[in-house]
């Protein structure tokens, strides 16, 4: 799997490996949204908490690796410096088809287009070598950086859900592509994917 590469007029994906989850927590900024569920530790600081999330997170993706249930995390690099991660996941993969993803970008790293790039090179894998027939995303209303992302690749809304948020709830906006309208858009032309054959087996295909 990790010979598996993803590659953009700027930036190369590559599966993240452990010599990089030290990076990935100094890296990950405040407002990236981790798993809700991630254990976090009193008496341990929010950068520090992050940072375990990261290196957990990680573990579980490659030590529960299912055909059936899979998240596949990528480093995201622009001239060779880590700037994020990049995560395509699946669940009941073999009969659904359906991917889901998240990702996060360093702050210097943002307002670049990077955010739009990294998200079409896991679609060009999804919808390529996967065959994936749908992607669905889903951010809170108020995270206009991802969701513009997400409707500039062609995602449709696919429902509003309520969900908590620190002491409250607020509403979690959910968009869906389809394999069709990812075809037509024919922006998969600007990702070159290399070295998938030795992964196929891993996924059930």
Not at 88 to 101: A, I, K, N, Q
Request: with cysteine; proline share 5%.
């Amino acid at each position: 799997m990790f010979g598996l590469r993803l590659t953009t007029p700027q930036l190369e994906l590559r599966p993240l490996t452990e010599d990089d989850l030290p990076t990935v927590a100094a890296l990950i900024p405040p407002d990236a949204e981790q798993d809700p569920a991630a254990t976090t530790y009193d008496g341990l600081d929010s950068v520090t908490n992050r940072g375990i999330v990261v290196h957990q997170g990680y573990w579980k993706s490659w030590g529960s690796w299912r055909p059936e249930s899979w998240a596949l995390p990528f480093a995201v690099l622009h001239d060779g410096e880590l700037i994020g991660t990049q995560e395509l996941e699946g669940e009941d993969f073999p009969s659904l088809r359906t991917v889901d993803s998240s990702s996060f970008l360093a702050v210097h790293a943002r307002g670049r287009g990077f955010g739009k790039q990294m998200r079409r090179a896991i679609l060009s894998l999804a919808f390529g070598p996967l065959e994936a027939q749908a992607a669905i995303t889903s951010a809170w209303h108020d995270n206009y950086a991802s969701l513009a992302v997400s409707r500039a690749l062609g995602y449709q809304a696919n429902g509003v859900s309520l969900h908590r948020r620190d002491a409250g709830r607020d509403e979690m906006l959910h968009l869906r592509l389809t394999r069709s309208r990812w075809l037509s858009s024919e922006a998969a032309a600007q990702v070159t994917i290399t070295s998938f054959e030795p992964c196929r087996a891993f996924f059930g295909l």
